[in-house]
Nanobody, 122 residues
Protein backbone atom coordinates (compact mmCIF):
# COMPACT_ATOMS: atom_id res chain seq x y z
CA UNK A 1 0.00 0.00 0.00
CA UNK A 2 1.37 3.40 -1.00
CA UNK A 3 2.05 5.74 1.88
CA UNK A 4 3.28 9.31 1.88
CA UNK A 5 4.04 10.87 5.23
CA UNK A 6 4.89 14.56 5.47
CA UNK A 7 6.73 16.26 8.29
CA UNK A 8 8.56 19.48 9.01
CA UNK A 9 5.76 22.01 9.07
CA UNK A 10 5.50 24.64 11.75
CA UNK A 11 5.20 28.33 12.54
CA UNK A 12 7.83 30.84 11.52
CA UNK A 13 8.15 34.56 11.07
CA UNK A 14 8.35 36.14 7.66
CA UNK A 15 11.81 35.72 6.22
CA UNK A 16 12.36 32.43 8.00
CA UNK A 17 12.94 28.96 6.62
CA UNK A 18 11.45 25.50 6.94
CA UNK A 19 12.23 22.16 5.34
CA UNK A 20 9.41 19.77 4.63
CA UNK A 21 10.00 16.05 4.22
CA UNK A 22 7.85 13.38 2.60
CA UNK A 23 8.70 9.75 3.30
CA UNK A 24 7.37 7.44 0.60
CA UNK A 25 6.75 3.74 0.84
CA UNK A 26 4.82 0.99 -0.90
CA UNK A 27 5.94 1.64 -4.47
CA UNK A 28 9.02 1.92 -6.58
CA UNK A 29 10.27 5.41 -5.95
CA UNK A 30 12.23 5.77 -9.15
CA UNK A 31 10.63 7.23 -12.29
CA UNK A 32 7.57 8.77 -10.75
CA UNK A 33 6.43 12.36 -10.41
CA UNK A 34 6.55 13.69 -6.87
CA UNK A 35 5.09 17.04 -6.02
CA UNK A 36 4.37 19.50 -3.26
CA UNK A 37 1.00 21.19 -3.22
CA UNK A 38 -0.60 23.61 -0.80
CA UNK A 39 -4.04 24.74 0.15
CA UNK A 40 -4.88 27.84 2.12
CA UNK A 41 -8.27 28.27 3.80
CA UNK A 42 -10.93 29.19 1.27
CA UNK A 43 -8.60 28.66 -1.67
CA UNK A 44 -8.13 25.90 -4.19
CA UNK A 45 -5.20 23.55 -3.87
CA UNK A 46 -2.27 24.66 -5.97
CA UNK A 47 0.98 23.18 -7.14
CA UNK A 48 4.16 24.46 -5.54
CA UNK A 49 6.92 22.32 -7.00
CA UNK A 50 7.34 18.95 -8.59
CA UNK A 51 10.16 16.63 -9.58
CA UNK A 52 10.32 13.68 -11.91
CA UNK A 53 12.43 11.27 -9.92
CA UNK A 54 13.88 9.50 -12.95
CA UNK A 55 15.49 12.60 -14.44
CA UNK A 56 15.40 14.98 -11.46
CA UNK A 57 13.66 17.48 -13.70
CA UNK A 58 11.95 20.15 -11.59
CA UNK A 59 9.16 22.66 -12.03
CA UNK A 60 8.17 25.49 -9.70
CA UNK A 61 5.23 27.78 -9.33
CA UNK A 62 6.15 31.38 -10.16
CA UNK A 63 5.25 32.46 -6.63
CA UNK A 64 8.00 30.32 -5.08
CA UNK A 65 10.76 30.44 -7.68
CA UNK A 66 14.05 31.46 -6.14
CA UNK A 67 12.78 30.78 -2.61
CA UNK A 68 11.79 27.09 -2.56
CA UNK A 69 13.84 24.09 -3.65
CA UNK A 70 12.49 20.60 -4.22
CA UNK A 71 14.90 17.71 -3.91
CA UNK A 72 14.96 13.99 -3.35
CA UNK A 73 16.99 11.33 -1.62
CA UNK A 74 16.39 8.17 -3.63
CA UNK A 75 18.21 5.99 -1.11
CA UNK A 76 15.76 7.08 1.58
CA UNK A 77 12.70 7.32 -0.70
CA UNK A 78 12.23 10.82 0.66
CA UNK A 79 11.17 14.05 -0.97
CA UNK A 80 12.09 17.45 0.45
CA UNK A 81 10.96 21.02 0.08
CA UNK A 82 13.38 23.64 1.36
CA UNK A 83 11.48 26.88 1.87
CA UNK A 84 13.46 30.07 2.40
CA UNK A 85 12.42 33.69 2.77
CA UNK A 86 8.93 32.61 3.73
CA UNK A 87 6.09 35.07 3.36
CA UNK A 88 2.70 35.25 5.10
CA UNK A 89 1.06 34.28 1.81
CA UNK A 90 2.91 30.94 1.99
CA UNK A 91 0.70 29.99 4.92
CA UNK A 92 -1.17 26.83 3.98
CA UNK A 93 -1.48 23.12 4.48
CA UNK A 94 1.28 21.52 2.42
CA UNK A 95 0.74 18.14 0.82
CA UNK A 96 3.07 15.66 -0.80
CA UNK A 97 1.70 13.74 -3.78
CA UNK A 98 2.89 11.09 -6.19
CA UNK A 99 1.80 10.00 -9.62
CA UNK A 100 3.13 7.94 -12.50
CA UNK A 101 3.53 11.08 -14.60
CA UNK A 102 3.67 14.81 -14.00
CA UNK A 103 0.04 15.71 -14.48
CA UNK A 104 -1.06 19.25 -15.26
CA UNK A 105 -3.65 19.28 -12.49
CA UNK A 106 -3.36 18.32 -8.83
CA UNK A 107 -6.63 16.46 -9.27
CA UNK A 108 -4.87 13.85 -11.38
CA UNK A 109 -2.29 12.89 -8.74
CA UNK A 110 -3.06 9.46 -7.42
CA UNK A 111 -1.39 9.30 -4.02
CA UNK A 112 -1.47 11.91 -1.25
CA UNK A 113 -0.06 12.44 2.18
CA UNK A 114 -2.03 13.78 5.10
CA UNK A 115 -0.50 17.24 4.95
CA UNK A 116 1.62 19.39 7.21
CA UNK A 117 0.71 22.92 8.27
CA UNK A 118 2.96 25.86 7.54
CA UNK A 119 2.13 29.18 9.18
CA UNK A 120 4.11 32.33 8.44
CA UNK A 121 3.51 35.40 10.56
CA UNK A 122 4.39 38.94 9.59
Amino acid sequence: QVQLVESGGGSVQAGGSLRLSCAASGYTYSSVCMGWFRQAPGKEREGVARIYTGSSSTTYADSVKGRFTISQDNAKNTLYLQMNNLKPEDTAMYYCAANGYCASSWKLYKYWGQGTQVTVSS
